[in-house]
């Protein structure tokens, strides 16, 4: 286990990224399987299809609306986006020991179930993002580690989300089981997909994950399984953002799944295989920043 005795350079730059937060596999609409992923390479265009495109935004919207606090889909503007229409909530969390909120819906237009993990927020998400020491964590994946701060926030809700989850996929068996988060809330996103698809393997088929601004994780056995697990993810990543390059003073940690990167220049670049420089990884340190944390397209 890596122990962080004092804050480090990447610390602080964390807690920087989350006050600044706090102050301001493809699918289409219908949550059919990926058009990107299972495609090898690096692809570079100036646009992405309508349909892929129209579904980033989709689950940007979902991943923004985890920042509101709300018992119905009645939110502003996150909930006015159009592919949300009939959404309904069926489970909120927000919890204060440890600091972890978001909620559990379902789309029947879309088919889809929706799990969305909040970002960073209130100051208790501020010490979990600085709480950068690894865990060993799932038991089931020989040699995983995962950051423990980004990983309490999931566990403390975990059974409630799990079980309203299940019921979901019991009373929906045709729909899709999405994850999406931003900031904080992706890396919490990830957790749930990789406790969900070990503990229920025979609903893994159904698990997708989109998200936005995730920081690094795990390591590379915790990335080795979600690049085996065959669930369609996506990391989209926006311009210069700093977040998905952070701990950046950590080189055991490593990204995963389908990078989707808005370039500086507004072209698209996806970059699958963990060949990710191409993509945002191939930015030089001075071009990462913290604004475009915050400027996600939809979110």
């Known amino acids: 286990m890596r122990c962080v005795d004092q804050v480090t350079l990447g ?3 964390y807690a920087l990224l989350a006050l600044c937060v ?6 289409d609409r219908s949550g059919s399987r990926s058009a990107l992923h299972g495609r090898s390479g690096i692809s570079k265009r100036a646009s992405l299809s309508a349909p892929i495109q129209t579904t980033l935004n989709l689950y940007a919207a979902y991943a923004g609306a985890a920042y509101n606090d709300m018992d119905e889909w009645t939110c502003t503007p996150e909930c006015q986006d159009p592919g949300t229409s009939g959404t309904v909530i069926d489970y909120t969390w927000d919890l204060g020991v440890v600091t972890s ?64 989850v299940l019921d979901l996929a019991t009373r929906f068996p045709g729909y899709s089981i999405v994850a999406t988060g931003h900031s904080l809330g992706a890396s919490r996103a990830a957790m749930f997909v990789a406790d969900f698809a070990l503990q229920h393997p025979e609903l893994r088929q159904r698990l997708q994950m989109y998200t936005y ?11 080795d399984f979600m690049n085996g697990s065959g669930i369609p993810i996506t990391r ?58 915050s400027t996600y397209p939809n979110l």
């Not at 945002?280 to 990462?288: I, Y």
């Open 236 to 293: 989209v990543v926006n311009k210069g953002d700093i977040a998905p390059h952070l701990p950046g003073d950590d080189p055991t940690l490593v990204q995963f799944g389908t990078e989707v990167w808005y370039t500086p220049t507004n072209d698209t670049v996806t970059c699958t295989n963990e060949d990710y420089s191409k993509c945002s990884e191939g930015l030089p340190q001075t071009a990462l920043n913290i604004a475009d944390h």
């Open 11 to 13: 610390a602080l730059v």
């Open 101 to 164: 909120n978001g909620y559990v819906a379902h789309n029947p237009n879309k088919r889809i179930i929706v799990v969305a993990f909040r970002g960073t927020n209130e100051p208790g998400d501020w010490l979990q993002d600085l709480t950068l020491t690894h865990y060993p964590w799932p038991s089931q994946i020989a040699g995983s580690s995962v950051i423990s701060g980004f990983l309490s926030g999931y566990l403390v809700a975990r059974p409630l989300v799990i079980q309203n």
């Open 213 to 223: 601004g995730q920081a690094k994780c795990g390591n590379k056995s915790f990335a």
């Open 22 to 27: 706090s102050c301001s596999g493809i699918t």
